[in-house]
């Protein structure tokens, strides 16, 4: 199933959203790095349900527990397990949807892969799957900070379907992201954002947007042409999260508008140092990083599951119509910052451990 | 270097622009497959440099030698070897190059990453590279038609800078855009295409653009969960494309626009097959093949080598200006075509081996 | 640090024997498989200390908990997480070994290559590791015997010391070895080895030995050369083991004692299947299976840890004496069978899937 | 077919024993390396038939041409593709084996797995395939070589058949061992072997051996515990080499007959430096290399392709006899001792960088 990622430091997540519990085994993380479970849970209570009345009110604690790896505070060099057991549990929310497929959801997907399907909680296609990243991106950040002081990765909402926050990714800081509940950059845009999320709940739909992130301290020379390209990881890191539909790194998609004249990033010394007027290249240039800020942005679909009827078929391939009940977010965006970050760390804890093999 | 992709059909490129030549080696190939050295010559001669008037003027033969795997025009199972001799290489026009970095290009990075760099031709940055990736995504997309009879990747340009082709997806034909020098799929823009490349290039400058790849004749289950989703894996294998800056599959970053009542698909039955009546989701959901056309959208950046004169740095720190000179595309669109569908054959094909083993 | 194996059918180990806990996540196994804790339990049961005499009496349950990827008996394709939590601890036993290196043991490698180790219980290094891959191979188990009926691995011991049992691979059955305790297919050596270890055992020290193997039911074509041929994967799998030495398939060592005539297998029809009248290729020839019986031993040293007094140096590189106290295993034979097994079943099922996509 | 080998220093394999040629890519190479194609010549010479009387007279230059990631003598960091045409070819040698399947050798099998198999020169399954990892070792040992000065592997053969040379791992030269043709580190065993190779050749049949290797110059802290360990990696990497049937490492099958008292290597110091007084551990404890030499035995089985008819049958299913005709090796042995260094230098080249990156 393809639940492994990274060449050195490798992550196996597993755990359904109903089952007993959901977690990560990290494999290939540096000894003599100081980690403690509170480490771990910072990230995870930025991620969890319940935060906040624009999520889903589902309660769970998520509390990490370290199984392995861990001694006295400090890694071991050997795997990292970690488990987070599932507690509010409402299978009887499911009762419709153990027959019928929600639209744009996993369900006949997974049914016509697998042929057969944790229904309830969503199993494996639910976003509780995402705390194993979140856990294992916390690592992989204390391993990158431990060498790279001035290294971090700072997410935030763009986007929230027509509302679009004013952001300056070099300035930015995780604090005033972390200041309001929408995890918004912009002081502005976050009660607009907030009542449009209120709406949209409250009509049982949902809306999607764009998170953009800007990673910092992270020194040239990583990635890995051809294949393993920076943007070509952070890139499926990204797609791999659950609800996105597209990535664009630098100047993107709008950058097809500019002639190469405009385009170019033009090299200036800056001190002893090698910098670029502009960014558009975001930070890579023929796969590897530049030393300027990275910056990228990834668009989020309006969630699948809504409380309005829609029309569908069942397991049994017969037409009917479903509107779906439990609680949903109906916004992912804001509990998505934090897995945004965590997969930004473990594709750049990977790349950077590569580099330090080879350099 | 990571010069390697695939989990059961894996490819191995290598090889610098100017050096002996570039290569493949494809492990993983099933065997009894119907293979030819024609079968490669098409695909590259759709890819080569000195096609047509609007691209490079290089002239490259890109004759493709089988060296191993192949017996009798059938593949037997053991790795294939390919080896595209370099000819045309003329160093002199790098000679400013050796000192000055170009802006935006791979120059500085790869020195900062290796301390070392094939100067002429752009030695592994080079699109030459691509040869490897354009004969095994030949083979590839032999293997998945011997099973899939209905399989077909057809690429094409969607946009160059602000000019957009209009083409539906759903039936546009390989004959319609192979018809064109610049591999659009709408009759009406291959004139102010051609015109608006030849005039960007008359100027020393370049140009980027869009394209867009369908998909079609993907059985419903191909793609893992959770970080090989088959949106993931298309995203990193065209992100690691030369100039490459954004992907998006199906609705895309526009369909953040959209609530989840407007964006989500609903099933349907046609006949005895699981159909949706609108395609949001490029074909994928929940990471997995739906048996819908996959979509997507891949962005090229304006080609970084300009002749045009620019600010810039050498390898020795100081600032200098640098006008490229040597015969490059102003335009990479049209020869990336081939190219992205190549990504899509080994991505495809080695999703399709996986799911075999699975099922 | 390595603690993944297989390339489709994947398991990723964690634990320290004095941790929380030790476990698995297996990744890459098909769906709809009959799955349930007691197929587990049967075989770490085999494994666990305690069970027996000749055993160390650490008193460990090894109750497996399965914590995601199998729904009402049966796997649903996503990755399996099992757990095993520590129970019965004795930190005290280790006082000495927090500084004094056990000769021939891992404990100056650890910290040479770590800078840090779990000192009690043997951290990693444990013997307990093993019950990831015990867990791990009953899955396997079960996934090629679902198509495979045929399929099974019998494996008992050869040698204790000097004593050897005299088996005949090709009728040993799992109930024969299962009826003795120390696990040997030979009923007139069940008392001699006993006495052997026990003896061995009273005076603080410890004996080695061979465990031979018999896999049986095992289709022609499994096994992937160059490098992932099927003995060299098997190879690998058994030197993976704690306290291996060596590895031979077939004729072993003692066939190049013979000459190419007196080696070769001649092929014959049985019926219609192709048989060979001797089995000196072990069952694999140019690294694939050949459809007979697969044959082969492993060597294991006699245990590290020993009772009496040995000269030895300080992790502060004095020298000095140890006598290890604690609870150990005199001969870790009995034990090492299911562990043998096991890491049968984890490669087989591997190759059988890795040959199921490639067909 | 999986002829990939390698986690960060990684080859990959192509090429059949009558095609145009046989080959490798070498990937993470590390750049700024010295290399030239002498230092590869320099070991296909020693692997390559025709070089004595004793070993196949099958004239092949085996001249390797470099076709990429080297510039001016220096590694690029980028993927080293090598290239040996095949030149000596009679496939008229094998006209009968085209139906008859030869007893012991991969003619079977290979039909079995494949469905097709490549029956002039044994194609895939010939030794000829070793060429490429011959040609990988070369630059893995110089990179090794690169940082770690004293880092060497000697290997030699040990026993021919009943033959077995008296040498000391510790002081053998690979001058000694290279001033015989029979490449064994015994003065008094050099003609007793080439008189016995010469004995069986004469009468078509073959003989076998035992090859044994010291490996020294190795720091302590390689090796990947759990699956990694070194010895695991080692015995893969020659097992993967043709006609092996066995491996230890250390005290081997024989350390079985020693109780733990016996066998433990006691620690001591000498002057500021970790050593071990005996050395049964072979240079590796609890899978990491402990800094003395590192010594292993790998066993040979005679050729299977002999001129003495044997029993067999048809690639149709009937019973024939067979009598091979050719120019084969009747002992593989000389020719294998560089073969067994490629592997160690490939395994310990990949071991390191994984150090480095974790240290």
């Given at each position: 199933?393809?639940?492994?990622?990274?060449?050195?430091?490798?992550i196996?997540?597993?755990?359904e959203?109903?089952?007993?519990?959901?977690?990560?085994?990290?494999?290939?993380?540096?000894?003599r790095?100081?980690?403690s479970?509170a480490d771990?849970?910072?990230e995870?209570d930025?991620?969890?349900?319940g935060?906040?009345?624009?999520v889903?009110?589902?309660?769970?604690?998520d509390?990490a527990?370290?199984l392995?790896?861990v001694?006295?505070?400090q890694?071991l060099?050997?795997?990292?397990?970690?488990?987070?057991?599932?507690t509010?549990?409402?299978?009887?929310?499911?009762?419709e949807?153990?027959?019928?497929?929600?639209p744009?959801h996993?369900?006949?997907?997974y049914?016509a892969?697998?042929g057969?399907?944790?229904v309830?909680?969503?199993?494996?296609?639910s976003?509780?799957?995402?705390?194993?990243r979140?856990?294992?991106?916390?690592i992989?950040r204390?391993v990158?900070?431990?060498?790279?002081?001035?290294?971090?990765a700072v997410a935030?909402?763009k986007?929230?379907?027509?509302?679009?926050?004013?952001?300056?990714?070099?300035?930015v800081?995780a604090?005033q992201?972390e200041?309001?509940?929408?995890?918004?950059?912009?002081?502005?845009?976050?009660?607009?954002?907030?009542?449009?999320?209120?709406?949209?709940r409250?009509?049982?739909?949902?809306?999607g947007?764009?998170?953009?992130c800007?990673?910092?301290?992270?020194p040239?020379?990583?990635?890995?042409?051809?294949?393993?390209r920076?943007?070509?990881?952070?890139?499926?890191?990204?797609?791999s999260?659950?609800?996105?539909?597209?990535?664009e790194?630098?100047?993107?998609?709008s950058?097809?508008?500019?002639t190469g004249?405009?385009?170019?990033d033009?090299f200036?010394?800056d001190?002893?140092?090698?910098?670029t007027r502009?960014n558009?290249?975001?930070?890579?240039?023929?796969?590897?990083?530049?030393g300027?800020?990275?910056v990228f942005?990834?668009?989020?679909?309006?969630?699948?599951t809504?409380?309005?009827?829609?029309k569908?078929?069942?397991n049994t391939?017969?037409?009917t119509?479903l509107?779906?009940?439990g609680?949903?977010?109906?916004?992912v965006?804001p509990?998505?910052?934090?897995?945004?970050?965590?997969m930004?760390?473990?594709?750049?804890v990977d790349?950077?451990?590569?580099?330090k093999?080879?350099?």
């Amino acid at each position: 199933m393809a639940s492994n990622l990274g060449t050195l430091f490798r992550i196996s997540t597993f755990g359904e959203s109903h089952g007993v519990g959901v977690g990560v085994v990290v494999d290939g993380c540096p000894p003599r790095i100081a980690l403690s479970e509170a480490d771990l849970q910072y990230e995870l209570d930025r991620r969890r349900p319940g935060q906040s009345k624009i999520v889903t009110p589902r309660k769970e604690d998520d509390r990490a527990e370290i199984l392995s790896g861990v001694l006295d505070g400090q890694t071991l060099g050997t795997p990292i397990g970690i488990l987070v057991r599932n507690t509010d549990q409402r299978p009887s929310a499911y009762t419709e949807m153990q027959t019928a497929y929600r639209p744009s959801h996993a369900d006949y997907t997974y049914d016509a892969k697998f042929g057969i399907r944790a229904v309830s909680g969503g199993g494996r296609s639910s976003a509780r799957e995402t705390i194993g990243r979140v856990a294992g991106g916390a690592i992989a950040r204390k391993v990158l900070q431990s060498t790279l002081p001035n290294y971090e990765a700072v997410a935030y909402v763009k986007t929230i379907q027509g509302l679009t926050a004013n952001v300056d990714p070099s300035t930015v800081t995780a604090e005033q992201v972390e200041s309001n509940i929408v995890r918004t950059g912009d002081p502005a845009m976050v009660e607009p954002m907030i009542d449009l999320i209120t709406q949209v709940r409250s009509e049982g739909n949902s809306v999607g947007g764009v998170i953009e992130c800007v990673i910092r301290g992270v020194p040239p020379g990583l990635g890995e042409p051809v294949f393993d390209r920076l943007e070509a990881d952070l890139g499926k890191a990204m797609l791999s999260l659950p609800a996105t539909k597209g990535f664009e790194v630098g100047s993107g998609f709008s950058g097809t508008l500019l002639t190469g004249r405009e385009h170019n990033d033009e090299f200036y010394m800056d001190g002893d140092r090698v910098r670029t007027r502009t960014n558009r290249s975001g930070g890579i240039q023929g796969g590897i990083s530049n030393g300027e800020d990275i910056v990228f942005r990834v668009a989020f679909k309006p969630t699948a599951t809504i409380l309005i009827e829609q029309k569908t078929i069942t397991n049994t391939h017969e037409e009917t119509t479903l509107a779906a009940r439990g609680r949903h977010d109906a916004c992912v965006l804001p509990r998505a910052v934090p897995m945004v970050e965590a997969m930004v760390h473990l594709v750049l804890v990977d790349h950077w451990l590569r580099q330090k093999a080879m350099a």
